[in-house]
């Protein structure tokens, strides 16, 4: 492969005219072409309830450009903060992250948490390794102070960093009216309770309760996905390929009467990356399926109705599958006219 040979050593020294040669342009020509092939990242795989992987064999190996975080303004196009080089690494074997093997998230893991899963390499690595990083949630800032918040909004949190171990790093915030904004990283306490901060140079951000923000990690590297630790602290079984996931079982996000439209935090059923909702309505007990999704709060986007069917199927009277966008930090309004025996259930998303 050439992009991993690319820039040439040489090209970095020197004044004036310099000589290129023929092997250099056929590095080039194939480094160009070896661009095309590496768009996407490979994909994570479910293991167990500890652990993903990325699969690899030495005829069919997992290649990877370390170009950073997607960028949550405009898809497929990346945030590098200036700490990735962009260049080529590649495993010949399959890598494993365990969530329960010291060094393979940053901080202690927590329950009902996103991570996003980074793949990383040093400046003269040839290979890549993974590690993970919780996705965090602004409580409130005071004097370009963040003080973090759990993923379900719900009570102030702690991820037991080391201090000042994401020194150096960057906040790119994922929601809120900063959204698309970086920040230089420039402390951080070691809290493991509720009481976490991380403290960020530069001009200050707009942020609110509830906004979404991720960690970019002060080295070469690359987001593949990201995953669900449980209540149980058990990684969610999943599908993950090209930017679309599925769950193995569907998710909960609603049930019961929802009397007019209501505003629902999927906070821990969808990650902030995610464009796309996927899902279904159903009912039970014989009761119609009815289910409106507003982006507005006031007006219907999307309604599914359907009459229910004589007899059961999979536990349910009837069901109705749906995909649509969803607002800001993973959020969506749902209404179902207060009627009985409705549940909303998730299957996945696409970023």
Partial sequence: MSLIHLPQAKWASGTGRQVILKSDFEKIEQAVLEGFQLALGPPLEYVDAASVRVNATADCKSRVLLCGFPNPLYPGQWVSGELTDGRYRENATTLTLNFATSGHIWGTEKASQWYAVYALAGSGDTSFTLKAMPVMRVSSQTTQIITLRNNGDTGDLGYGFTAN?????????????????????????????????????????????GDWFVVLPNTNFRYLGVVLNDSDSHLVPFYQ??????????????????????LFDLGLLIPPTARLLKGYAAATGGAEVKLAVSYDGSNAALILQGAAPAGDFQGVRGAVPFSCRLLEGSRIYFNNENTANQAVQITGWEE
Avoid at 188 to 207: K, M, P, R
Avoid at 241 to 262: L, W
């Fill in 241 to 262: 390929d090209a930017g679309r996931c599925a769950y193995k079982t569907p998710r909960q996000a609603a049930s019961g009467a929802i009397n007019g439209y209501t």
């Fill in 165 to 209: 171990e994401l020194a150096e790093g960057k906040i790119l915030v994922l929601s809120g009216a900063s959204k698309g904004l970086v920040r230089l990283i420039t402390a951080n306490n070691s809290d493991n309770s509720t009481g976490g901060t991380i403290t960020y140079g530069g001009s200050a951000l707009t942020l609110a309760q």
